[in-house]
């Protein structure tokens, strides 16, 4: 038999000789054992979780896990999120995708589809129509960067059939950014909805951010924009300024502030001028009038009262009358000049250079000159590129002085590779180490103390003890199986005891010492 298969026997023989009360303790210990070595392995072993989805509406959420729960995939749920193991997200993803999950949770013309036109009335159709059109454009403007929530509100007045007017179509967009919206981007919205709803003014869309109010709109509050834009516009003149002075004076060397002042106030001015010297005719109107009129000579007789006295005597007088109007035109000018807020008021630019990178030495008699001369070479760099325009008001300083010498900092070394793999498997190793150690404790405390047994007592010096051992617990109980054990592993040694004990019975006069130790141990066994 081979030495495994026999040590594999006599622990079997251990086991079984064993009292139950130790069997059912080493059961308990060996079940811990495993039971440990489960929950360390499977904490070392097991793979790290990422997020799959979150933020779901709870019926698409729902519909996710019971996929993942058919599919026998491991997930994770803490609060709105589902994670899922590392190595099998994007797999999970895909197989998810192709199931059509998870569902959007804003329906646009799919709306329709269960729309039945022989149980829908006309005002239903429309509810779902327009239910519709608002999951579309929400839609669109999800897909717009940066934007993390949408909801359009379209104001739909149904017109009556007897109503000669169109009312006034409006609607709103509330949406939620992770980043500042421009104006510009706001009234993009605007025009997307209007554009998208026939009868309605981008005018009268407004869009709102419930965090920073009406973006553009009906009563949008606009007074920051000019602000902004001031801002933007000093910080794009300070870099192009820092563009053309550090390949000089070198990086570091040299420091821009800009201010930019601007309109906040829009201004509408509108003018009227005549040109008296370009005189033109436009309109020449003449009227000419003439009349006659007879004067009485004489006495009144019955002659002057006939026709034919007409040619008798008597005075005649005739008058002509002639009146001419004339209109002329005049050359006429209308300006009008709108003002709107972010035109540019002012500029203000401050530098200040480092004087030991131009090479300027203090203590040098010209030093002074010589960095004026640089100082005005400078300035008129800076004004031609900064469109500075003196009649504006605005203005240049420029000073050279010796920067002080900025604290080295100590530059942190990236992590070796031994950094590197104690940062990603220290936790692993600790629980292999931990694992390792509870192992050892529970293998050497609480197993190997069942199955070793203490020795008795020894027989007596000359090697009652390794008698002992030959027979184990079996001889300890039974004094037969035990000379049986010694007789078939000692059997010289057994034919020369006999042989003493047979002397012995012929010359009593001495004692043999194994004879009386194997019946010390005899009676110790009895006992």
């Known amino acids: 038999m081979q030495p495994g298969a026999t040590a594999f026997m006599k622990f079997i023989d251990t086991l079984k000789a064993l009292p139950v009360s130790r069997q059912l303790m080493l059961a308990a210990a060996v079940a811990g054992i495993i039971a440990a070595m489960s929950f360390l392995v499977q904490g070392v072993t097991r793979e790290p979780m990422t997020l799959l989805y979150s933020g779901l509406e709870p019926a698409h959420a729902g519909d996710i896990i019971k996929e993942l729960e058919q599919s026998g995939t491991p997930y994770e749920i803490k609060g709105e999120a589902i994670f899922v193991p590392q190595g099998k997200r994007d797999a999970i993803r895909f197989t998810l995708a192709q199931q059509g999950l998870p569902r959007p949770s804003v329906q646009g013309y799919e709306l329709l589809d269960e729309v039945n036109g022989f149980s829908v009335t006309s005002e239903m159709y429309n509810a779902a129509y327009w239910r519709a059109k608002e999951g579309e454009l929400t839609r669109t403007i999800l897909a717009i960067p940066g934007v993390t929530a949408a909801r359009v509100h379209i104001g739909a007045n149904l017109r009556s059939g007897f109503s000669r007017s169109q009312p006034t179509q409006t609607a709103s967009v509330t949406l939620t950014t992770v980043r500042p919206m421009t104006s510009g981007q706001a009234e993009a919205i605007q025009y997307m909805v209007a554009l998208a709803v026939a009868g309605l003014n981008a005018e009268d869309v407004a869009v709102i951010d419930p965090a920073k109010g009406i ?53 509408l001015t509108s003018a009227v001028t005549y040109d008296p010297n370009s005189r033109v005719i436009r309109n020449r109107t003449t009227n000419d ?75 040098a008699a010209d030093a002074a000159e010589r960095a004026k001369q640089m100082a005005a070479g400078f300035e008129q760099l800076i004004a031609s590129a900064a469109g500075i325009d003196v009649a504006r008001g605005d203005t240049i300083s420029i000073e050279l002085m010796p920067f002080q010498a900025l604290p080295v900092e100590d530059l942190v070394e990236a992590p070796g590779l031994f950094a590197q793999l104690m940062e990603r498997y220290f936790w692993s190793g600790l629980q292999a180490l931990l694992l390792g150690l509870v192992v050892i404790v529970l293998g050497v405390g609480v197993v190997r103390p069942m199955l070793v047994q203490k020795p008795k007592k020894a027989l007596s010096p000359d090697g009652a003890a390794g008698l002992g051992a030959l027979g184990g617990e079996d001889a300890e109980n039974d004094p037969f199986a035990y000379l049986k054990n010694y007789a078939s592993e000692r059997q010289d040694e057994t034919a020369a005891l006999l042989q003493r004990w047979l002397a012995e019975d012929q010359q009593p006069a001495q004692a043999d010492p194994m004879a009386s130790a194997f019946e010390n141990r005899k009676v110790a066994v009895n006992e």
Not at 238 to 256: D, F, H, Y
């Open 289 to 363: 009038s003439s009349g006659a009129s007879a004067g009485a000579g004489g006495g009144m007789t019955v002659a002057s009262n006939l026709p034919q006295g007409a040619e008798g005597g008597g005075n005649t007088a005739t008058n002509k009358n002639s009146v001419e109007t004339v209109s002329y035109e005049i050359n006429e000018t209308r300006t009008e000049v709108e003002t709107l807020p972010g035109e540019i008021q002012r500029i203000t630019i401050a530098v200040l250079l480092n004087e030991q990178a131009l090479g300027i030495d203090p203590a």
């Open 215 to 267: 973006l553009a709109g009906p009563k949008a509050n606009r007074t920051e924009e000019p602000a902004i834009a001031a801002a933007t516009q000093a910080s794009l003149l300070e870099q192009k300024i820092l563009s053309l002075l550090e390949p000089r004076v070198g990086a570091g060397n040299a420091r821009v502030s800009a201010t930019v002042d601007v309109s906040r106030h829009r201004q």
